[in-house]
């Protein structure tokens, strides 16, 4: 796993060229990409969500589209649809923006929610249905959306099940003093896309995505992923608790945090780590919660102070 590691350091090097300060979120998208999964970018407007994934588009050689949702957007306007061709006389298909290796929806939340469900299908299935034919879709596939808070004007919640699709839930947050001088020392004038260097291409992603799958997880792992997702659904104050797709996100994402740290094995500090990020945005705090002024990260971060967690030795002792 060497390799892999080294090519995730010299992937955050790159990026950290405009996105001053982040490091621990590009590696989390890092994570979410070589794993095959999904990111959610959580914040307020203006500290780079977009910016930034354009820059992993760009240092990781994929084909790249970028959708503005907006409250007029329809589903065909993202999957495609059948035009008729006038020269031919037939109908032809036009394929959307979807069909590509790295889709940024953009603001996904001000879209009304019949359209943000258009990226179900795609998330899920990799593929999308066009007048009853699948389409499937560019390997690798990864959807980048970025919100704003709900509490401002012209924005719509997303469902749960939309959510429970999303890997990862990130929030970049603003720089410290020292970063956002740094970040206008770079890119106060403009941001150099084009001086960014691809370090990769979609092939040789799949291929990481292949060699990720044989990193070991021993059982002891695998237990506290269990028990850590079933304290969710128990002491009453989460109304919608974490289900097994959130088990399988902490073991897929746990195979490539430990490859981009140079391991074959996960450990339960891995899971540890991931949990905060992949857990919350699956649950809901409930009205009891609420009265104890919690909310779903409060309540997931008790659940892992409160839950032991197995000796990291353990996993090395039986890691393949």
């Not at 998208?29 to 994934?53: E, Q, S």
């Not at 929610?113 to 034919?133: H, N, Y």
Request: glycine content about 6%.
């Amino acid at each position: 796993m060497n390799e892999i590691q080294e090519t995730s350091a010299a992937v955050v090097r790159e990026a950290s060229k405009v996105i001053i300060g982040k490091e621990k979120q590009i590696e989390l998208i890092l994570t979410a990409i070589f794993c095959g999964g999904h990111v959610l970018l959580d914040d307020l407007p203006g500290v780079g969500k977009t910016t930034l994934v354009k820059v992993m588009a760009r240092i990781l050689g994929c084909s790249f589209a970028r959708v503005q949702f907006t409250p007029d957007l329809l589903p065909s306007d993202i999957t495609g649809m059948n035009v008729f061709d006038q020269k031919t006389g037939d109908f032809r298909i036009l394929h959307g923006p979807v069909m590509t290796n790295l889709f940024l929806a953009d603001e996904i939340n001000r879209a009304i929610p019949r359209t943000q469900s258009a990226l179900l299908e795609a998330m899920e299935e990799l593929q999308v249905t066009i007048d009853g034919t699948p389409w499937p879709l560019p390997r690798p596939f990864i959807v980048m959306a970025t919100q704003n808070p709900v509490e401002m004007e012209s924005t719509f919640r997303l469902p749960a099940a939309q959510m429970d699709r999303f890997l990862l839930r990130l929030s970049l947050g603003y720089p410290s003093h020292d970063d956002e001088i740094g970040m206008l020392k770079a890119v106060g004038d403009e941001i150099p896309f084009d001086a960014l260097s691809p370090l990769l291409h979609a092939g040789e992603i799949a291929e990481i995505q292949q060699r990720i799958a044989a990193v070991h997880v021993n059982d002891k792992v695998l237990d506290y992923i269990v028990t850590v997702v079933e304290a969710t659904r128990s002491g009453g104050l989460l109304t919608l608790p974490a289900g097994p797709r959130g088990s399988r996100a902490l073991y897929r994402a746990g195979k490539a945090f430990a490859a981009i740290r140079g391991r074959n094995f996960v450990t339960p500090g891995d899971v540890k780590t991931l949990a905060p990020h992949i857990l919350p945005h699956r649950v809901a705090a409930g009205s009891e919660a609420r009265l104890l002024n919690k909310d779903a990260a409060e309540i997931v971060a008790d659940i892992l102070d409160k839950t032991a967690v197995p000796d990291d030795e353990e996993a090395m002792l039986h890691a393949t």
